[in-house]
């Protein structure tokens, strides 16, 4: 079916443009596209009106000014872009803090009133002093992942037991500045790392407060989840038994290195076993995966209650809730997702007959990305000639910009899709299918792989690629020596910068042959 409806659309396409507009800038060979372009995903609607904004994609407070501008915190893009640079990241502190709150919000209620939720904010979506001070104003805790991170939360004076450290593979020199900073939880990955903080803390003179992270056996990405016994990835503890473990009738976890973990933490001297933790995976839209993790850690709560006599009083059920990068995405509010998730651990808790544990969440890219706004400028535009699905010769727009996969690798890391649209001035004229391109020496570096143009994009345009709050600055990088942009953000009519640009000097200075002269 589908493949038929592409023939027809391609055929419709064989005739000259029409609809022009006076005045309109009509380059050879570009298709000015009424329907569908049939290179174009099926999910990309064909813009009627290219002066709206999709309201899920941007901020909250973003709009067109009267001079068709993106507004955004009350400031246009022309004015950040001549104030700051481009490629430039910009982020609406309004939107990041009401992102927050409404996490806060919803879980509390949810879970009202048989226990507490604390939100970690993933500081590895993005982290900047100013950042996680917001996160922390608006009753968020945070989560690190490196002793770079938890640099950063203790440099925002975040207090210490609001701040927990991840990591599959955290050094002893991590460890002990979590333990000797008074960091609220560290989520053990494995047994080797059970034991090193054991010691560490030992050495230390403290008890060390400790989540164990394990693997429910649940993988969750966008609408649907897998379940597998055994996951093959480095995180966390298996709840499978090893295959050579004895089976116990009473206790299906019995054997399994989650299992042994729960022994070992409850044993060790200077380990207070705080509770249980998982993160099933990434842009999540339904609740189901999450629920079928918990009802699953939540068995093993049960389980350890009738062998050893303690309920432990924490459960972390993680992050990966989903954001609309493109219109074709429809992210569920942070209520639906609770609402769920409190009725699945309440009927798990009962059934278990142990008390509601106190809940955590990890969010991170719900809370900024679709905060974040990528503003970057036309440069080269060029019309690159494509096999269409039925062998007949079709063109394609590539507009390259002053960024690129330095700036936003999610597209070549994850062949993630992204939206964008002409941001400095008013939209006129029709549309064509472009893909926006950056400068870097690789075939891959695609911002944007399908998005609807103005026929009139032209060099120095502004572009702005929303929903890039999350995983954009924290992945950057300076390849090919560009200097990674400035994060700023914006509220109330003011931009003030968050994280400065990167300057070609300070790229130098890492360089001894050049440091050596002065
Ligand atoms: C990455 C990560 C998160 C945050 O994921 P998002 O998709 O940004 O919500 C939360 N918890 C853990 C353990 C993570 O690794």
Known sequence: MAQRRHRAGA????RPTRGLRAGEDVRPMTETVAGPHPLAPEWLRPLTDSAALEDK??????????????????????????????????????DFRSRARAF?????????????????????AFLSTHAARWAAEEGLCVDTASGGELAVALAAEVEPARIGLHGNNKSDAEIVRALKAGIGRIIADSLDELARIDQLARSAGVTAPVMLRLTPGVHASTHEYIATAHEDQKFGLSLTPSSDADTDQENPYAGSPAWSAVEHALAAEHIELRGLHCHIGSQI??????????????GLLGRVRARHGVELPELDLGGGH?????????????????????????????AEGIEVPRISIEPGRAIVGPAGVTLYRVGVQKDVQVDGPSGETLSRRYVAVDGGMSDNARGVLYDADYSAVLAGRKVTGNHVLSRIVGKHCESGDIVVRDVYLPTTTARDDLLAVPATGAYCHSLSSNYNLLARP?????????????????????????????????
């Open 322 to 350: 989903g954001i609309a990068y493109t219109e074709a995405d429809s992210p569920r509010h942070p209520r639906q997702i609770a609402q769920a998730l409190a009725g699945a651990v309440r009927t798990a808790c009962d």
């Open 57 to 94: 994609l941007f901020p909250a407070d973003a709009h067109r000014d009267d001079q068709g501008r993106l507004v955004l915190g009350g400031v246009d893009v022309e004015t950040l872009a001549a104030q700051h640079g481009t490629p430039l990241y910009v982020i609406s502190e309004d």
């Open 11 to 14: 055929a419709q396409r064989a």
């Open 486 to 518: 400035a994060v700023v953000a914006v509220k109330d009519g003011a931009s003030r910068v968050l994280i400065r640009r990167e300057t070609e000097e300070q790229m130098l200075r890492r360089d001894t042959g050049f440091a050596a002269q002065d």
């Open 104 to 124: 806060v919000e919803a879980f509390s209620e949810a879970f009202a009133p048989e226990t507490d939720v604390d939100v970690f904010y993933a500081g590895k």
């Open 285 to 298: 839209f339904e609740p189901e995966g999450f629920e079928v993790a918990a009802a699953k850690l939540i």
